[in-house]
């Protein structure tokens, strides 16, 4: 009877959290235009943090007193601010800016070039260090058409320039700043431009519509279309389908890695016909949550502790153009890149947190001269060799050096298999002379009538 008692009860205080739970009100962000709720709108709390994102129909998460002022941020519509707790629906205003129109020279112009800015917020965090990481960078993207071409470009963004502001904190909150670290742990290197892709049969030749796409769980794409704008959020674990949007990491969910939340933000302009293609992409963001980082690309330390890694970025398309075969290889060259610098970024970049601003300048005043002279030197670690033997100490910089390039690598599996070669003629010789020994020695002894 007791248990009876208990278990109606359990069910009781469960059915009433659930009622309490729908009737807290959500507050909505929402399109200042249209009115229809925002799906995926970034969130970042007072430090510039990442702390959620709205749900597929545009609710704020839950957000402590302690993180406001909070920004909240979405592709294609202006920052905002909100200061305190929200008791009404927030309306983002849609950033109206547009591209530079491309020319058509030929039929030779075939390659789609791209260059774009990103901004991203990335954070490495073990039960005992935090690593976070703000990261600007220049990338273009070459894209080649449809056909087969033996240059195939690449569609994953390729560094032009980069400046990354990094702060390292401790379990007893003690940090520090840098403009490098040892350990990657990004993701943003590998999103790629999406491909070619085809409207929904409901958004084709009307002005104003949404689609949404349920997977086998939730929805996976929300295809929301205004005039020649189209906006596409894609959650990726929703449906594996999704994955086509992302096709540059696909590997990466064969790998040993859990991927906690993975969705991708679309924006596209000037959108004429049934499909989309990145020439009308005017940028894209996502927000990737996972356990680990795949690919064995990456060593935090060397005890096996579990590690998380979170990264939202932002991309916004700078410029576009068509270009030749021998236009598009000549852009792959290493040295473009010093001219990436003088790149502008986009007006319609939304501003920075408060808390990202003191990362940047605490990077920026970093007195190196001074790091240099206050640095003491472990002498246990130098060379006791006398100083008239350079020619040794000479030896043993040149195989550092061959070391760090991977030449001693590659030496080594020369000579491991020269080694191989040697040692088989060697036991081919020894063989064949032994053979001559039992001859001379009997002869009768080898013969085949002999049993």
């Not at 904190?169 to 085809?198: E, Q, R, Y």
């Not at 499909?275 to 064995?296: C, M, N, V």
């Not at 063989?431 to 001859?439: A, M, W």
């Amino acid at each position: 009877m007791k248990f009876k008692l208990r278990h109606i009860a359990f069910i009781a205080l469960m059915i009433l959290s659930i009622a309490v739970m729908e009737g807290k009100s959500h507050v909505v962000v929402a399109d200042s235009t249209t009115r229809v709720p925002l799906p995926n709108a970034s969130v970042f709390n007072r430090h510039g943090h990442a702390i959620g994102m709205t749900d597929k129909k545009g609710r704020l998460p839950d957000i402590s007193p302690e993180s406001y002022p909070v920004t909240l941020s979405h592709l294609g519509f202006f920052t905002r601010t909100i200061r305190k707790a929200p008791l009404d629906t927030i309306f983002l205003q849609q950033n109206s800016a547009t591209l530079p129109e491309v020319k058509f020279v030929s039929r030779n112009h075939k390659y789609l070039h791209l260059l774009a800015y990103v901004r991203e917020y990335s954070t490495l965090t073990t039960y005992t260090d935090t690593v976070f990481l703000f990261r600007e960078k220049k990338v273009d993207y070459m894209l080649p058409p449809e056909c087969k071409m033996k240059f195939k470009g690449w569609s994953n963004p390729r560094t032009l320039s980069s400046k990354s502001y990094y702060r390292f904190t401790d379990a007893s909150g003690l940090d520090s700043v840098s403009d490098v670290s040892n350990h990657h742990f990004s993701w943003s290197d590998w999103m790629s431009i999406a491909p070619l892709t085809k409207l929904p049969l409901k958004l084709r030749g009307v002005e104003s519509q949404t689609d949404t796409i349920r997977g086998k769980y939730s929805p996976t794409e929300i295809c929301t279309k205004q005039n020649d704008r189209v906006n596409v959020e894609v959650n990726v674990l929703a449906d594996t389908a999704s994955r086509k949007w992302v096709s540059n990491l696909s590997s990466f969910f064969r790998d040993d890695l859990d991927f906690n939340s993975f969705k991708v933000s679309y924006d596209y302009k000037n959108v004429i016909g049934d499909s989309i293609s990145p020439f009308d992409l005017s940028g894209y963001r996502f927000s990737i949550d996972s356990t680990g980082r795949g690919h064995k690309m990456f060593r935090f330390n060397k005890v096996n502790e579990s590690f998380f890694v979170t990264t939202n970025a932002e991309i916004y398309i700078l410029d576009r153009e068509y270009l030749t075969p021998k236009e598009a290889r000549k852009w792959a060259s290493k040295n473009i890149n010093l001219i990436a610098a003088d790149l502008p970024e986009p007006y319609d970049t939304p501003q920075l947190q408060p808390d990202i601003k003191d990362l940047v300048a605490r990077v920026d005043n970093i007195d190196r001269d001074q790091i240099k002279l206050d640095f003491t030197i472990d002498r246990r670690l130098l060379n006791t060799l006398p100083p008239q033997d350079n020619y040794t100490l000479g030896r043993r910089l040149m195989f550092m050096l061959k070391d760090l390039t991977g030449i001693s690598l590659l030496k080594f599996h020369r000579n491991q298999k020269k080694r191989q070669r040697e040692a088989t003629l060697r036991r081919t010789l020894d063989n064949n002379l032994r053979h001559e020994q039992l001859l001379s020695d009997d002869p009768e002894s080898l013969s085949p009538d002999n049993d």
